[in-house]
């Protein structure tokens, strides 16, 4: 009688992997053994990332307000708390769009917040 060689789905289960670990370079690419921690590896950092580029975009966008409402005479932390005081809730994202793309209209807010 011969072995039994788990058939279909463990080949189905290598296949998967495999195709993930595409273009990694190496044995990391072709031998299933080493694509497998390879793509368990890339699944971590990726999951890592998905959490730090919140923080990263967060980070980036406190900056421009930041510099933009040193232009216009104040602080960052003095224009959120301003911000916050008269009851406008625009979040960070949206601020630094502003600040960007609409400078009166950013120094008209840092007016309203003062």
Not at 27 to 49: D, L, M
Not at 58 to 64: G, T
Request: proline letters at 2%; charged letters at 30%.
């Amino acid at each position: 009688m011969p072995r039994a060689k788990r058939g279909y789905k463990a080949r189905r289960r290598r296949n998967r992997v495999l195709k993930e670990a595409k273009g990694f370079r190496g044995k990391r690419n072709s031998c299933f053994r080493i694509a497998n921690e390879s793509v368990q590896h890339a699944r971590q950092h990726a999951y890592r990332g998905r959490k730090q580029k919140k923080r990263d975009y967060r980070k980036l966008w406190i900056v421009r307000i930041n510099a933009a409402a040193r232009i216009n005479g104040t602080t960052y932390s003095r224009l959120i708390n301003g911000l916050g005081k008269q009851n406008i809730e625009l979040n960070r994202k949206m601020l630094a769009e502003i600040a960007i793309n609409d400078p009166q209209g950013f120094s008209n807010l840092v007016k309203s917040a003062a």
